[in-house]
């Protein structure tokens, strides 16, 4: 979230709710939405951040999904998250075009690192992000997605 602060903002906001099954095995409630401008199976490469492939306009997700994390030895981790993502398209103006629906599914293995007296957490991972499902897109955002993957 702290790209957030740069000048190509990608407007991310996220709130977890959490809960300890186990020592070990936690089930998490997470809120999120972020705002998009290219399609994001756009793989590291020249083409990544390119204006060319961006939308004529932007993406904005939000939605509530679930995540369960399993602890796997001294604070390294993995996380399986479903997040069902309702999408407005929106045109340069800022006027929304339409709506879509958005599965995303990731799969994440990271760090878990306390601070502030296990107060605040970090968790910096890795992720393979999977959008199976995704509708309802603008024609003009549907010829730029389809250049790519629906993963990352």
Known sequence: MLLNLGSNS??????DFGYWLTRKDAIIITVKTWK?????????GSALGAKEEEYQGYARAFGIGADYQRMLWK?????????PFFVSYHSPDKTKIQNGFQLFLALR???????????????????FN???????????????????????
């Open 109 to 127: 293995l990271g760090y878990h690192i306390d601070v502030f007296k296990n107060r605040f957490y970090l968790e910096p991972s890795v992720a």
């Open 10 to 15: 990608g407007d991310f906001y996220q709130l």
């Open 75 to 83: 604070g390294l981790f993995s996380t399986m998250q479903v997040h």
């Open 36 to 44: 998009y401008l290219a399609p994001l199976g756009i793989p590291y």
């Open 130 to 152: 999977y959008w199976p499902i995704y509708t309802n897109l603008p024609a003009s955002f549907a010829v730029k997605e389809n250049k790519w993957h629906n993963y990352f």
